[in-house]
């Protein structure tokens, strides 16, 4: 498969539930990213990857804990979340950290009960 | 208070017209301008960019204007096709060397046929 992959499509957790979405990428791309996206609300960037290393952390609470196995996987772990959380969460990837044609998965949509 | 504005979150347009997507924008250090088009269920794919050393930048049917002065860029779609139906995000720097962009919340285009 090819661009960016993530899973799941929809989740729905409640609030005591840990849960995980995944992102795959097989573009060779060095640079990966999780933005959020809440209903009529910008899209947010939350973190940072590049080459393995967490490069940001857009004030994100810790309920919310990103993981970079490999330069083709990008992981957030979510634990405890609240029901304002519920949002579209998509991963990205680039080139590198100074590219900005990103190429994005399809999201997974998460709904906190 | 949202520093890239899409003030119209819809648009219809006749195919085979002109389409015209606003963008505005309140800092003035922001020198890096994309958009970005996004279907329903797939992620946002880059669109076409534009720096602020030019006022213009066509790709195709596509042309960015920028009017640094105003502050507003918009774009332009020449003809519209219904293919073009969706979802349209502008995003700014003031860096453009960084992943640091601010998205805009994004006008839904409805080309009719």
């Known amino acids: 498969e090819t661009g960016v992959t993530q899973t799941p499509r929809h989740l729905v957790m409640g609030m005591t539930n840990k849960k995980s979405l995944k992102c795959e990428q097989h573009?060779?791309?060095?640079?990966m990213y999780w933005y959020k996206q809440s209903a009529k609300k910008p899209l947010e960037l939350m973190f940072v990857?590049?080459?393995?290393?967490?490069?940001e952390n857009n004030s994100v609470p810790s309920r919310f804990s990103p993981e970079c196995p490999n330069s083709s996987h990008l992981f957030l772990h979510l634990h405890t979340l609240q029901p304002e959380d519920s949002a579209l969460y998509l991963c990205a990837s680039s080139q590198d950290v100074q590219a900005y044609g990103y190429t994005f998965g399809s999201g997974t949509r998460l709904t906190v009960v | 208070d949202q520093q890239v504005k899409q003030n119209s979150p819809s648009l219809s347009v006749q195919e085979g017209r002109i389409s015209i997507l606003n963008c505005d924008y309140t800092n003035s250090m922001f020198d890096y301008f994309l958009w970005y088009k996004k279907y329903p269920a797939e992620g946002p794919t880059f669109l076409i960019s534009i720096s602020s050393i030019k006022d213009k930048n066509e790709d195709g049917r596509f042309t960015v204007f920028l009017n640094k002065s105003a502050k507003h860029l918009s774009l332009h779609i020449v003809p519209s096709q219904p293919g073009d139906s969706a979802v349209y995000f502008c995003a700014a720097s003031a860096d453009s060397g960084t992943y640091k962009y601010i998205f805009g919340t994004g006008t839904r285009l409805k080309v009719l046929a």
């Open positions: 573009l060779g791309h060095n640079a």
């Open positions: 990857y590049s080459l393995e290393e967490r490069v």
